[in-house]
C-alpha cells in the first residue's frame, strides 16, 4: 500500500504529463507528422500507465495504455484520427477537471483552448496607435 506522500507523489506527476500528452495532442492537431511531438506524447502516456497502476487508477492506466499501444510507432496521426480524438477527448477533461492546461493554452468551459490573448491585446493596441496617427492627422 502506498503511502500518502508517495501517491501524492504519483499522482502530481500525472497531472503534469497529462498536460505533456494534452499539448502532443493540440501540436499533433497542427503537424500530424511531428516526430519530437509522437515521441513525447507516448513517453508521456507510458510513465502514466505505470503511476496510474500504482494508484490503482484503471481508467487513467487504459487511456494512457491505449495512447500507447495506438501511437507506438506511427509516423502520421492522421492515419490514427479516431483514437487521436479519442485521447483528446480523454486528457482534455483529465487536464481540464484539475485546471491546468499546457503552456500556451488556456481553460474554457472546461477545454483547454489556445491562448490568443497577447494576439488579440496586440491587435487592439496596433488599432489604437493607428486611430491615434488618423486624428492627428
Known sequence: M?????????QSECNVLSQA?????????ENPKDQQALSKL?????TIMGNARFLQDKTLEQSA???????TGTKDVRKK??????????????VGNNGACPKGY????????????????N???SNSKIKSKDLKN
Open 123 to 125: 491587435i487592439i493596441e
Open 21 to 29: 500528452v494534452l499539448g502532443s495532442l493540440l501540436k499533433l492537431a
Open 2 to 10: 502506498l503511502s500518502e506522500i508517495h501517491k501524492n507523489a504519483f
Open 65 to 71: 495504455t491505449d495512447i500507447v499501444k495506438s501511437f
Open 42 to 46: 507516448v513517453q508521456s502516456a507510458d
Open 106 to 121: 488556456i481553460l474554457v468551459d472546461g477545454k483547454c483552448i489556445p491562448d490568443n490573448s497577447k494576439t488579440i491585446s
Open 81 to 94: 484520427i479516431e483514437t487521436f480524438g479519442v485521447a483528446f477527448e480523454q486528457f482534455g477533461l483529465l
